[in-house]
């Protein structure tokens, strides 16, 4: 199932970024006290006692005067209202109930989505509770007072909005479906992709870069088989803000890859491989989801013998972290090799799944380490006793060993590859869990 989104939505320096990072347990989004500065990272994974959801900063207003501030907070609850599954509306006790937040909190209430009202900067309950009161005049519930910069009535806060989440029961059926999610920079053919596998014009298509509006789901049925494709929606095109246009995109982007099983990124043959690809395809590599890479365009594409080869070569490096990911090239205008994607969704989710024995696993870690003896430091030698697969979606494992220290990244990547030699994982990240046996040195 796939983790609840939850958005925050407020006017410039009530603290958004400061409850991000709150939330998120470390400085992910700049502070500082002009507004409009968060710039960097939007989205978190976070856990409240049993609970676990991605976080996302919504942020990110320049403020020239009012009426700016208040088209793009309106722009801001848009995406939120879109995206998220419960909304926190942050204000600020010191500045006070203003008219933004008013008109902002009429959208939310509109919207029916569950919105929690947080009034923050509340350092002093004691000093500030009256203040707190003038925010019942929103109409949208009951306000929490908390202080983001002193972690004060933050455990209330995620209380109220683990309450909105969804059920979750346990004897509820699962859908089966594979979800795929399409998701690329804007124009590069996601949509035209969607309507050759599905046969019809269900998606605008247009050339204006972010036409698409919403993140819209499609049922295609294949050789008796059913995929729910994820087409994760464009940009507002009256948002002129380069940066802001690709945040949003990423925001949608995060939110469409939390849902799916299979991303496939889509990357214009003619651009080639960009930085914002590389952003891309990295939410999907963190959250462990299988990947395809299409290589849209293809048929405008001068080629000889060594074109597919440089071509793959230059994606490898670029995305240098996900060796697994599939990699195929396409025409959505053409129909060039789009029904080869059905094939490799089908054994990404195939080895996404796959369970390997425990016996089989410590025959392959044995042989591994005789082959190449682990490291070593100060003298103690890292010993690794026993390996056992816990979880699919993505395949994990938890290595037992005598020091988590003694672990570097390139011998757990050794074995990984030494795993891949022997049962493949093709197009699926595989996860691994350092654990210490104690008393076993």
Known sequence: MSKPIVAIVGRPNVGKSTLFNALAGENISIVKDTPGVTRDRIYADVTWLD?????????????????????????????????????????????????????????????????????????????????????????IGDPVAVSAASRLGIGDMLDEVVKHFPERHGEEE???????????????????????????????????????????????????????????????????????LERYSIIRTVTAVERADVVILVIDATEGVTEQDAKIAGIAHERGKGIIIAVNKWDAIEKNDKTVYEYTNRIRTVLSYMPY?????????????????????????????????????????????????????KGKRLKLFYITQVAVKPPTFVIFVNDKELMHFSYTRYLENKIREAFGFRGTALRFLIRERKGEQ
Request: proline share 3%; aromatic share 6%.
């Open 325 to 377: 990911a599939e990699i195929t090239f396409i025409s959505a205008v053409t129909g060039q090799r789009l029904p080869k994607l059905f094939e490799l969704i089908d054994m990404v989710i195939q080895n996404q799944n796959l369970r390997i024995a425990t016996g089989v696993l410590n025959e392959i870690m044995t042989e591994a380490v005789a082959l190449q003896q682990p490291p070593s430091d």
């Open 174 to 244: 699962e859908d089966e479906r594979p979800r795929v999610a399409i998701v690329g920079k804007p124009n590069v053919g996601k949509s035209s992709i969607i309507n050759k596998l599905i046969g019809e014009n269900r998606v605008i298509v247009s050339n204006i870069a972010g036409t698409t509006r919403d993140a819209i789901d499609t049922e295609v049925r294949r050789n008796g088989k059913d995929y729910i494709f994820i087409d994760t929606a464009g940009l507002r095109r009256k948002n002129k803000i380069k940066e802001e």
């Open 51 to 139: 609970y676990s959801f991605t976080l996302i900063d919504t942020g990110g207003i320049e403020p020239d005067s009012s009426d700016v501030i208040l088209s793009q907070m309106r722009e801001q609850a848009q995406i939120a209202i879109d995206t998220a599954d419960v909304i926190i509306f942050l204000t600020d006790v010191r500045q006070g109930l203003v008219d933004a937040d008013s008109k902002v909190a009429d959208m939310l209430r509109r919207s029916r989505k569950p919105v929690v009202l947080v009034v923050n900067k509340v350092d002093s309950f004691q000093k500030f509770m009256g203040d707190v009161y003038e925010f019942y005049n929103l109409g």
